[in-house]
């Protein structure tokens, strides 16, 4: 359920659970000359189990019916039917991602491999560079920059402040 209808739903069950509290507690005190106090306590304590359990009865069985539409949009997607996209839950998706999509290439091509002793030797070198960093509502930017790293080259990298 969503986060508003759980809401909804504890909010109206809390009000019907006071009211019913409420009524046999009235009529606790009602009774006061033919029942003991002992007994008075009992029954209200036994209306507020009564309370919670259902609440709690109502919430598992909105999620258990919650969860029956899952199971039944996942028997059409197992049969390759189609199902209503307007509700497409996690448990959907998986299944399409594990049985409708291609499969992608593998990350390593043997194929295209580079040689073992690949690089012999390396340099990075940035010329004319522009870059444009921002941040706080500045813009700072930085026009043909240059820059030669050759191996083995220690480049501390920092945000500009």
């Not at 504890?10 to 003991?36: C, E, K, P, Q, Y």
């Not at 029954?43 to 009564?50: A, E, N, R």
């Not at 598992?60 to 839950?89: G, T, W």
């Not at 291609?102 to 091509?109: D, K, M």
Request: hydrophobic share 40%; charged share 20%; aromatic share 8%.
């Amino acid at each position: 359920m969503t986060c508003t209808n759980q809401r909804w739903l504890g909010l109206r069950l809390d009000l019907i659970g006071a009211l019913l509290t409420f009524f046999v507690a009235i009529l606790a005190v009602a009774a006061r000359n033919t029942i003991s106090a002992a007994q008075a306590g009992v029954v209200l304590s036994y209306i507020l189990t009564v309370q919670q359990s259902f609440s709690w009865l109502v919430r598992q069985s909105a999620e258990v019916e919650n969860d029956m539409k899952y199971v039944a949009r996942i028997r059409c997607l197992y049969h390759n039917q189609r199902p209503d996209y307007r509700n497409y839950s996690s448990v959907e998706r998986l299944i399409h991602y594990a049985t409708k999509l291609e499969q992608e290439a593998p990350h390593e091509l043997p194929e295209e491999k580079p040689p073992g002793d690949w690089p012999k030797r390396g340099e990075l070198v940035l010329k004319d560079v522009q870059m444009l960093v921002l941040s706080d509502d500045i813009a700072r930017s930085c026009n043909l920059c240059n820059c030669n790293i050759f191996v083995g080259a220690i480049v501390p990298v920092s945000q500009p402040s």
